[in-house]
Nanobody, 125 residues
């Protein structure tokens, strides 16, 4: 069974930065792509970023491109989301998830089969 635990959320002023971490259990972490999604109150869960098994390929939503960076450390079974130049519209619960394969380009949330519990990010104006 795969468990994903996010951390690093919090309250930050607009223009600030946060780094989210997602620690995964199990020995197969390095075989799968990973993704970050977010869900704001009253809105559907949306894709934020994804990374392939090696970290060599990444994919971003247009709304975060140039501000957020996804990375991974397979030795630590951890995926990160560095968030810079945060905006109030980035406020949401952020979730990490394990992708269906190693390619890491998947934006469709229903194809991800393991999810963390989420971490709250609040950006004040």
């Amino acid at each position: 069974q795969v468990q994903l635990v996010e951390s690093g959320g919090g309250l930050v002023q607009a223009g600030g930065s946060l780094r989210l971490s997602c620690a995964a259990s199990g020995r197969t972490f390095s075989s799968y792509g990973m993704g970050w999604f977010r869900q704001a109150p009253g809105k559907e869960r949306e894709f934020v970023a994804a990374i392939n098994w090696s970290g060599g390929s990444t994919n971003y939503a247009d709304s975060v491109k140039g501000r957020f960076t996804i990375s991974r450390d397979n030795a630590k079974n951890t995926v990160y989301l560095q968030m810079n130049s945060l905006k109030p519209e980035d406020t949401a619960v952020y979730y990490c998830a394990r992708g269906p394969n190693g390619y890491g380009m998947e934006r469709r949330s229903y194809l991800y089969n393991y999810w963390g519990q989420g971490t709250q990010v609040t950006v004040s104006s």
